[in-house]
């Protein structure tokens, strides 16, 4: 048996179970059963993350069946008379509510199957979205996960800054960069992961691209693209693409600290002098970014932020901006945590209103013809009186010169 020493308390997670029951019974009165299957909604009411489902009752009060592995979920949670053993759902039964009208699921990444097979032993008549309570819930961070947040925004502006610039090497390709990134990440305090709420997405090291590969589209929704390795694996950078004397390096990834991320964005010049378009370029961008942070304040709305940075974009960021062409984005930021791509999104159309313990990424990119992406993306947190950058500040465009 391996003991952990818990980041969070038994205090920590039965508080979250209670919030989340409160949020529920704001909107339904009548609630009685939520299940949790997400992984990372799962480490965050228990600490631990195993293959199996979690039953928050109406009274916060929770159940988490785990099928593998029970050893380990009694090693990682300190929830231990919380956590039983199932072999299935069968297993659920004794312990559902009597006269269950309706159930609460995570319907954006609970399967099909899964939710054919509850159906055989919940008789619940509806099935109901938790997803809203959770992301609300999990959107606002207690003073724990903010510090573990900004270690990982420690560690990621020290990686961006200090050491990625002593990696890039003439004729290196998009994949090594990638690799050397990823083993200088994970030697500086990276725990390797990046979870990610968007359906089917994977990455390993972020997105790495030398020139106009940064304007190549993906299904990843982003400002920034790159053509990776090959079709069936879209990741690192392509092994073709090689560092030449005047590209624009562009460095988007994640870095995860004891599960929780941070996120920033860096842009590099490998050569002799900066052309005098992509340094106006992403001046602008970086104009954006100080303006939108001015709005970022407890009790504002998203859309007000959003709008902030559309009132500084100026004429450099009417044609590319968050995306190249056809490619661009319809939001300016996102959300982080436990899961790169959380609430809120600063959007046009975002309704949702700022609180102190919200961590987002701003992220105005653009993209230029000819030369690749510009741009810039930190991390910050609502604090009482505005944002608080956890990732160094928004940063020039690094000149490498070998």
């Not at 199996?52 to 380990?72: C, H, P, Q, T």
């Not at 993906?218 to 990741?235: Q, S, W």
Request: with cysteine; aromatic share 10%; charged share 25%.
């Amino acid at each position: 048996m391996i003991k952990y020493s818990f980041d969070f308390t038994k205090e920590d997670f039965n508080c979250r179970a209670k919030k989340l029951v409160d949020l529920l019974l704001e909107k339904d009165s009548s609630f009685k059963l939520a299940l949790i299957i997400d992984s990372a909604s799962l480490y965050y009411l228990t600490g631990t993350m195993q293959e199996g489902i979690a039953l928050l009752f109406a009274d916060a009060s929770l159940k988490y069946f785990v099928r593998r592995s029970y050893e380990r979920a009694l090693d990682e949670s300190p929830l231990e008379n919380a956590i039983q053993p199932m072999t299935s759902y069968r297993d659920l039964v004794p312990y559902l509510p009597e006269n269950l009208e309706a159930v609460y699921v995570e319907k954006e990444v609970l399967p099909l199957v899964s939710f054919e097979r509850l159906q055989k032993y919940i008789p619940a008549k509806k099935w109901l979205a938790l997803d809203f309570f959770m992301a609300r819930l999990r959107s606002v961070k207690d003073a724990k996960e903010i510090a573990l947040i900004e270690k990982a925004g420690t560690l990621h502006n020290q990686l961006l800054t200090k050491e990625v610039p002593r990696l890039l090497k003439e004729g290196m390709s998009e994949a090594e960069l990638g690799m050397a990134i990823f083993q200088k990440a994970v030697e500086i305090g990276h725990y390797g992961m990046m979870k990610m709420q968007m359906f089917q997405v994977d990455f390993l090291a972020g997105q790495i691209a030398f020139g106009e590969n940064a304007l190549y589209p993906m299904r990843f929704d982003g400002p920034g693209g790159m053509k990776g390795l090959h079709p069936a694996t879209p990741i690192l950078g392509s092994d073709e693409r090689k560092l030449q004397k005047g590209d624009l390096v562009f460095v988007d990834l994640g870095f995860c600290y004891k599960g929780y991320l941070s996120d920033k964005t860096q842009m590099y010049f490998f050569g002799d002098a900066i052309p005098e378009k992509v340094k106006a370029v992403h001046e602008a961008c970086r104009h954006v970014l100080a303006e939108a942070v001015k709005e970022m304040k407890a009790g504002n709305t998203t859309k007000t932020v959003w709008e902030k940075a559309e009132a500084a974009r100026g004429p450099l960021l009417q044609e590319h901006f968050m995306g190249f062409g056809k490619a661009q984005v319809s939001f300016l930021g996102h959300g982080l945590g436990l899961k790169i791509d959380e609430a809120p999104v600063i959007m046009e159309k975002g309704e949702s209103i700022l609180e102190e313990g919200m961590v987002i990424a701003l992220e105005p990119k653009s993209g230029i013809a000819g030369h690749g992406l510009v741009g810039v993306e930190e991390s910050y947190v609502i604090e009482k009186n505005g944002a608080r950058c956890l990732t160094g500040g928004d940063s020039e465009i690094i000149l490498v010169e070998e």
